[in-house]
């Protein structure tokens, strides 16, 4: 059974607005913070509560019982110091997650420093995103997990068509985990070591970036 989640999203910009959108639709319980007032009143229809508050007053996020909440969004990018002591009063009010958006590199660490348990980097994710379908048409889509260790769904091509993941090798060779294989819209979760590959075949890699760049060099097409 899917267990229902609390979910605070604090900032409803573009980003925040986006997730607290998603989650909506999802099915989710959110409750939608922002100090402007236009911005509530547009997410009061969607989001299960919309209220206005300054996200930097601990008394206000304690009243509004944030500690209960399993996973708060703090979506606030501009104003740093808004976005560090609004994550800083959720840690401290003992919130189990918390993410929060950084505008640059210092605000990651900060927020990391202070407790925050996912950092997301939008604008920065997107643009690796980007260039990475521009300059191989063999990725689809990539997941950032830490500085050093992302998901790659890539198209497997002529190098690895009709070899097993055995014949591939590819976690001895390239330190790259197959972790899954979509073929003709199946999804296999726990490929066998017997399994084909064939040309085609969406492929879901886990590794460090470098292995994943030699492995995109040597195995994909382009
Ligand atoms: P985005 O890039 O996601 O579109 P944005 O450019 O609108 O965001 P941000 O500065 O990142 O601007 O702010 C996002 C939202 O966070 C705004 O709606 C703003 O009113 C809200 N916000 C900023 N500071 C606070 C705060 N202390 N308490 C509550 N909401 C805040």
Redesign the pocket.
């Known amino acids: 059974m899917n267990v229902k989640k609390q979910y605070a999203v ?9 997730i607290c959108w998603t989650l909506s639709e999802q099915g989710q319980e959110v409750l939608a ?4 007032e236009d ?1 509530v009143n547009e997410y009061t229809p969607i989001a299960t509560h919309a209220v206005i ?5 601990e008394t206000v996020l304690k009243s509004l019982g944030l500690r209960n909440f399993d996973h708060v969004i703090v ?5 740093i110091q ?2 560090t ?2 994550t800083l009063i959720l840690k401290e009010l003992g919130v189990e997650k918390v993410t929060a ?1 950084a ?1 640059n590199d210092y605000h990651e660490k900060v927020l990391r420093k202070i407790g925050a348990d996912q950092v997301s980097h ?2 920065r994710d997107m643009g690796t995103r980007i260039a990475n379908n521009i300059t191989s048409s063999s990725v689809l889509d990539y997941l950032e997990l830490s500085d050093q260790h992302s998901i790659m769904e890539v198209i497997a091509g002529q190098k690895m068509d009709g070899q097993t993941l055995i014949d591939l090798d590819v976690r001895a060779k390239f330190g790259v985990n197959i972790v899954a294989i979509k073929e003709e819209g199946n999804i296999n979760v726990s490929p066998r070591a017997d399994q084909t590959v064939n040309d085609g075949d969406i492929l879901i890699i886990i590794g460090a970036d470098n292995d994943i760049d030699r492995f995109k060099n040597h195995m994909l097409d382009n």
Not at 75 to 79: H, R
Request: proline content about 3%.
């Open positions: 604090i900032g409803l910009g573009r980003f925040g607005g986006s913070i922002d100090m402007d911005r508050a300054d996200s930097t007053d979506a606030i990018g501009d104003n808004a976005s002591l609004t958006k505008q939008p604008e």
